[in-house]
């Protein structure tokens, strides 16, 4: 069974740091790339960063780009999205998800596998 379970979210003050963990079960890191997504109140959710399969290539949208960090650890099957430079607009749920050997990970509409998110709250 697929399964991927996110972490780490919580509450900050503006200029913080949270790093979320992407923990993933049942497939091959290998065979799928991993992206992370947000979504605020009242908003679409948005594509913020991923990681190709085997690493390959990463993306970043531009509200997070520079500020952002995408890695992954093959031995713990974990992706993490280090966050740094909060910001109150930072505040959303964040998702990962997992799409099957997607050409561009940013291919933000063909990820087939979501986690259920965590919360990240920038307080102003």
């Known amino acids: 069974e697929v399964q991927l379970v996110e972490s780490g979210g919580g509450v900050v003050p503006a200029g913080g740091s949270l790093r979320l963990s992407c923990a993933a079960s049942?497939?091959?890191?290998?065979?799928?790339?991993i992206g992370w997504f947000r979504q605020a109140p009242g908003e679409e959710r948005e594509g913020v960063s991923c990681?190709?399969?085997?690493?390959?290539?990463?993306h970043y949208s531009d509200t997070v780009k520079d500020r952002f960090t995408i890695t992954i650890d093959n031995d713990r099957n974990t992706v993490y999205l280090q966050m740094n430079y909060l910001e109150p607009d930072d505040t959303a749920i964040y998702y990962c998800?997992?799409?099957?050997?997607?050409?561009?990970?940013?291919?933000?509409?063909?990820?087939?596998?979501w986690g259920h998110g965590t919360q990240v709250t920038v307080s102003s």
């Open positions: 990681i190709s399969n085997r690493g390959r290539s990463t």
């Open positions: 049942g497939f091959n890191l290998d065979d799928y790339a």
């Open positions: 998800a997992a799409g099957r050997r997607l050409f561009y990970c940013s291919d933000w509409g063909r990820y087939d596998y």
